[in-house]
Structures are given as C-alpha cells and as structure tokens.
C-alpha cells in the first residue's frame, strides 16, 4: 500500500516562497512517476507539476519558470519549489505517484492511482 504525506504548505505573501514536500512510504521507488496537483475552492483539480520515473518533467503553463518539481529517489521524497507565489497558486495542494513511466499523461489526474490528503497554499496580496 503505498502511503504518500504531503507537508510544506502555508500562508505567505505575494512574491514569496513554499517548498512543498510529500514523503512516500510502501512499494514506491524510481519506477513510480509522480505529480503535484491543486484544487482551489469551486474549482477543479488541476495538474501543477509532474516527473516521471526517468526524470522527464511537465508544468502546467501559468507555473513554468516559478515551480521546479524535483525527487530524492533515496529518500522517497517528491518537492516542489514555488517562487514568486501570487494570489491564484492559493489551493490544496496534493501528491500523486503512479507505477510506470507517464509522460504526455503527467498532469491528468485520472493516470495516478495513488494520492495524499493535501496541503493548504494560501498567498495573500
């Protein structure tokens, strides 16, 4: 079973920075491609950031260039780092893995099996 805990989450202000992290326990290991994914409030959920088992990244358009999806294989360990936060990155955060390698599917929420409960991003203006 694997198991997945997202931390990192809080409140800063516009320009600041969060570095999100989400710690993977059971059968993960470099086999598995992995996603960070947000749902505001009356919003859907959407794809942040994603890596795959073999280390191709994918960012959703409006983060390019803010966001860096990063893992530590070793430790099991999927980050995120968000730079210049602006009020519309305020969301859930959540942590996805799924076994194999995805690569045009890295931001589709239905190609992961397995999911945290979330950490809250708020930036304020």
């Known amino acids: 079973q694997v198991q997945l805990v997202e931390s990192g989450g809080g409140s800063v202000q516009a320009g600041g920075s969060l570095r999100l992290s989400c710690a993977a326990s059971g059968y993960t290991d470099s086999s598995y491609s992995m996603g960070w994914f947000r749902q505001a409030p009356g919003q859907g959920r959407e794809g942040v950031a994603g890596?795959?088992?073999?280390?191709?990244?994918k960012y959703k358009g409006s983060v390019k260039g803010r966001f860096t999806i990063s893992r530590d294989n070793a430790e099991k360990t999927l980050y995120l780092q968000m730079n210049s936060l602006k009020p519309e990155d305020t969301a859930m955060y959540y942590c996805a893995a799924t076994r194999g390698r995805l690569l045009a599917s890295l931001l589709v929420s239905s190609s992961y099996r397995n999911w945290g409960r979330g950490t809250q991003v708020t930036v304020s203006s």
């Open positions: 890596i795959s088992s073999v280390g191709d990244t």
